[in-house]
């Protein structure tokens, strides 16, 4: 569906993903991380599309299979992860979305209008379509 907006108003939108893991879940934290590792080999999207199909098999050594799946070098991918190098970028995101009043996934922005929870493509289109208009671009 993002897909399908994405293309439908290239050039007019663009996606910003941030991460938010809920807290209820021990592993999900580590799962942003390793996301966050993959996107260092330029594999980001491919493994959060992983993720959510192997959903909650989240430990270290589903992680690192994960990544090797992938073709991401396991050796390099362990050290990133071990290493907490993202550790601080989740954490921010985590902070960001709590002040803007997000506690739940998934939550989406359009400018400032919030959709909470799965919607389909006429929900998105109508209130790109409006901010758009506001915006004096469409």
Known sequence: MLDRVLGDYQGK?????KDFPLPFHALARPAHEAARCAG?????????????EAQPDFSRPELLRYATELGIPAD????CLDSGQFRNVVEADVVQG?????SA???????????AGAHPYEAFKEVIDQALREAGKR
Not at 98 to 102: A, F, S, Y
Not at 105 to 115: D, E, K, V, Y
């Open 98 to 102: 709590r002040h803007m009043g997000v």
């Open 76 to 79: 390099a991918f362990a050290r």
């Open 13 to 17: 939108v663009r996606l910003v993903f």
């Open 105 to 115: 996934t998934p939550m989406f922005f359009i400018n400032g209008a919030r959709l």
């Open 40 to 52: 260092t080999f330029n594999r980001y999207w491919r493994y959060h599309d992983r993720l959510f």
